[in-house]
């Protein structure tokens, strides 16, 4: 089970990484999930999976004889609180530079001083000369 894990884990890594090297804000998008999903696992695999009750100390017993760690999973679950948001910053940066600049392809973005035809800002060509 945890060789099959490594191999998921490498598999979103490689995935995640090449996504992000892409020119498309939207595929760095993805690519940016596809980490995150993947350090989730590599937490949840680095935990040690097993299957115990839950670490509850029940009525009448001074200690817990088999229980899962709760540390991987709150780790866990923060982590996915903190993809969550960072994803749905950068997807709201994404659409706002999409509608101002009119492109998501990472090389028109280059050159973000220069207004573009389309901005409301810009000046109509024929009175450039003026």
Known sequence: ???????????????GLYMMMRRSLTKVLIGLMLL???????????GRLQRASPPLIPLGADQITKSADPLPQALILTAIVISFG?????????????????????????????????????????EEGL
């Open 1 to 15: 089970m945890t060789f099959l894990l490594a191999i998921v884990i490498g598999v979103l890594f490689t995935v």
């Open 36 to 46: 995150g999903q993947a350090i989730n696992l590599l937490i949840f695999t680095a």
């Open 86 to 126: 960072v994803t749905a910053f950068a997807l709201v940066l994404a659409r706002q530079t999409y509608s101002v600049l009119g492109t998501n392809d990472m090389n028109e973005l280059r050159d973000t001083d220069i207004i573009p035809k389309y901005h409301p800002e810009a000046v109509p060509e024929e």
